[in-house]
Nanobody
Framework: QVQLVESGGGLVQAGGSLRLSCAAS????????MGWFRQAPGKEREFVAA????????YYLDSVKGRFTISRDNAKNTVYLQMNSLKPEDTAVYSC??????????????????????WGQGTQVTVSS
């Protein structure tokens, strides 16, 4: 089993940047496909970005492509989400998630939250206009 703890959220002005971190403990991060999801007030949780367990494939929500970057540092057992050019519509609680079942990295499966078994508690990101 793996435990996940996010950090790095906060309040930022539109156009600014934040880097979210997701620290894993309990098992090696290299075993897991990692994803970032977000949930805005009154909305369903949505996929943001994912990185296959071997760091060979990444996926992004269309609206964050070119602005967000997911990366991992297996030596630190940490996954990051670098968020640039932030917009007010990026305001949400961001959660990281881990899946040992997602091995092939097929896009539909990788973007589906039902395929992730472990979740962090989330970190709030607020972007002011």
């Amino acid at each position: 089993q793996v435990q996940l703890v996010e950090s790095g959220g906060g309040l930022v002005q539109a156009g600014g940047s934040l880097r979210l971190s997701c620290a894993a403990s309990g098992r090696a991060l290299s075993l897991y496909t990692m994803g970032w999801f977000r949930q805005a007030p009154g909305k369903e949780r949505e996929f943001v970005a994912a990185n296959r367990w071997d760091d060979s494939i990444t996926y992004y929500l269309d609206s964050v492509k070119g602005r967000f970057t997911i990366s991992r540092d297996n030596a630190k057992n940490t996954v990051y989400l670098q968020m640039n050019s932030l917009k007010p519509e990026d305001t949400a609680v961001y959660s990281c998630a881990a899946s040992a079942r997602l091995r092939l990295g097929l896009p539909t499966a990788t973007k589906s939250q039902k395929n992730y078994d472990y979740w962090g508690q989330g970190t709030q990101v607020t972007v002011s206009s």
